[in-house]
């Protein structure tokens, strides 16, 4: 007869289960737009022309990589608050508050622009989500979005400055 698996052991870290899923689900939501935005930014990185080419393919190629860097401890944070992680294209495209990237390449400036749209978007996705994770006494998920805060509007005003004349 075959073993009956057995349950996982309650989670009792001093976030609710009710909490812990409405955090998860915010979280899914900026893991979402993350990679969103990796998948935008690798693309232009690719297919970037014109006389800021080598600029902008160093400045995509670093902003990427930062974004790839940063989809691991948003997805570890979900499971560590007991749910699993979305990782597909399917349900990425479902969670994403940003677009997918333009089929045909756009101009370089319009790449910015695109760019810019997309931390400020993902900015607002973990601005949202922060005073449910205070308030559940989430310290370490508030401290996650503090930090891709900082990076993601960081990273919209540099590109912002490329914009102005």
């Known amino acids: 007869m075959a073993k009956k698996p057995t349950a996982a052991p309650t989670i009792n870290i001093g976030i609710s289960e009710k909490d812990r899923a409405a955090i998860a ?9 993350t990679y969103t935005l990796y998948l935008t930014t690798h693309n232009f990185h690719w297919n970037v022309t014109g006389p800021m080419f080598n ?5 995509f190629m670093t902003q990427y990589t930062e974004l790839w860097a940063a989809v691991d401890p948003v ?7 007991g749910h699993a992680a979305p ?12 677009p997918d990237v333009p089929v045909t390449p756009p101009k370089a400036l319009e790449m910015v622009a695109i760019l810019v749209k997309g931390h400020e978007a993902v ?3 973990a ?4 005073p449910i994770a ?7 998920t508030a401290d996650l979005l503090t930090q891709r805060l900082t990076v993601h509007e960081q990273t919209a005003w ?3 400055s490329l914009l102005e004349e």
């Open 87 to 98: 990782g597909s294209y399917a349900q990425f495209s479902k969670l994403a508050s940003i």
């Open 158 to 160: 540099m590109l912002r």
């Open 25 to 33: 689900k915010g979280l899914s939501r900026l893991l979402a737009d």
């Open 55 to 59: 600029t902008l393919h160093q400045m």
């Open 123 to 125: 900015a607002r996705t």
């Open 127 to 130: 601005r949202e989500l922060f």
């Open 134 to 140: 205070d308030k559940a006494g989430d310290e370490p």
């Open 75 to 81: 997805a570890e944070r979900i499971r560590s608050l």
